[in-house]
C-alpha cells in the first residue's frame, strides 16, 4: 500500500528536521531528540483506532515496511497487539485512504510531537502557467504539530520536503 511510502519518507523526512522526531514530557518542559525512527501508523480495528509501532524504519525496505505494518495490523483486527508494539513511537501516520476524504484535522499522539494525516489520492488537474494543464495524482497530507515545539514555517517546510520526497521516491531509497 502507499502507507509503506508513506512510512519510509516520514524517517527521511524526520531525519532533515529532527524536532518532528521528538518527544515532550507530561510537564511540557523536557524535550527528547530522538536518534531513532520508531513510526507508528493509526489502524482501524473493530474495536476502535489503536496505533502500532514499526521500528528502526530508517533501516528498512519498503517491503520489509509494507510486510511488517501487514502483520502488525492483522495482530490490530484480532485483538493481539502486545502494549510494546503499541509504545515507543516517535511520529505517527495517520490514513484514512481506505475511507476518503479529502482533509482532516489528526491529533497528536502523546508525548510524540508531531502526526501526519493522509487521505485518499485524486486525479487533479494542474496548471503551472494558466495556459496549459496536465493531470497529476495529488495527495491531500495535513500535518498536526505541538506548537511548544514546532512553528508553523518549520511545519510548512517539513510538509513541503514531505511531499516532494513522495513526487521523487528515489530520495528514500536509502
Known amino acids: 500500500t502507499m502507507l509503506a511510502f508513506l512510512i519510509k519518507a516520514s524517517a527521511a523526512a524526520l531525519k532533515r528536521f529532527p524536532e518532528f522526531n521528538a518527544s515532550l514530557d507530561a510537564s511540557g518542559e523536557n524535550l527528547t531528540l530522538k536518534k531513532y ?3 507508528g501508523f493509526a489502524a482501524d480495528t473493530p474495536n476502535g483506532l489503536v496505533v502500532p509501532v514499526i521500528r528502526d524504519v530508517d533501516k528498512k525496505s519498503i ?8 502483520d502488525l495490523a492483522k495482530l490490530a483486527r484480532d485483538g493481539k497487539l502486545k502494549p510494546d508494539q503499541m509504545s515507543g513511537g516517535t511520529f505517527t501516520i495517520s490514513s484514512l485512504g481506505g475511507i476518503g476524504g479529502i482533509y482532516f484535522t489528526p491529533i497528536i499522539n502523546a508525548p510524540e510531537v508531531a502526526i501526519m494525516g493522509v487521505c485518499k489520492s485524486y486525479w487533479k488537474q494542474h496548471s503551472s502557467d494558466g495556459k496549459t494543464s496536465a493531470w497529476r495524482l495529488t495527495l491531500p497530507l495535513s500535518l498536526s504539530w505541538d506548537h511548544r515545539v514546532i512553528d508553523g514555517a518549520a511545519a510548512a517546510r517539513f510538509n513541503v520536503h ?3 520526497l ?3 521516491m528515489r530520495r528514500i531509497m536509502f
Open 37 to 39: 525512527f520508531h513510526i
Open 63 to 70: 517491503p520489509e515496511i509494507a510486510k511488517e505494518m501487514g
Open 162 to 164: 514531505f511531499a516532494n
Open 166 to 168: 513522495l513526487a521523487d
